[in-house]
């Protein structure tokens, strides 16, 4: 893989080393390349953590890679079906990627939970060492970053 693409993953993990959720750390890696400077990408990926909102559902990660696939060939008309189908396929096999490399999409499952959370704990867990020692959410953001760094680095 280039150069600039390793940089632009170890860039998503030092992001989310910082505090920045999972989708946000993996969005604002790649971001500039779309247009989008470093504060809106990490807006508009804000809600994503935890899970969505950390209710634990998708993967926040997994969701950056989403919003980047939407980014990088996302159609603009609403009557284009096939750019949205070349889109959705391009999502559903990067996705299929992270599923074989990280064994679910889901954020429970990946913090081994035993489901979605309710409604109402919405409340951030604070970044500390321990923090970062119990959870494999680095590790998730770095896959994240670089399945999709891989799929631009395979673009023709």
Same mark, same amino acid.
């Given at each position: ?5 390793? #940089? ?29 400077? #470093? ?32 980014? #990088? ?84």
């Amino acid at each position: 893989m280039r150069k600039e693409l390793e #940089d632009r993953v170890a860039l998503a993990v030092e992001n989310f080393m910082q505090g920045y959720g999972c989708c946000q750390s993996v969005v604002a890696a790649f971001a500039d390349l779309y247009g989008l400077d #470093d504060t809106m990408a990490k807006r508009i990926a804000a809600g994503f953590g935890g899970g969505m909102g950390r209710m634990r559902m998708m993967c926040g990660a997994v969701s950056g890679i989403v919003m980047l696939v939407g980014l #990088d060939c996302g159609q603009t008309e609403g009557s284009d079906s096939a750019g949205k189908s070349a889109c959705y396929k391009v999502v559903q096999e990067l996705l299929a990627k992270s599923t074989a490399d990280n064994g679910s999409l889901i954020c429970a499952e990946l913090l081994g939970l035993k489901g979605p959370v309710p409604l109402g704990q919405y409340v951030a867990s604070e970044r500390t060492a321990e923090y970062y020692k119990s959870r494999p959410c680095a590790d998730k953001v770095e896959s994240a970053a670089r399945i999709f760094a891989q799929y631009l680095d395979e673009k023709p």
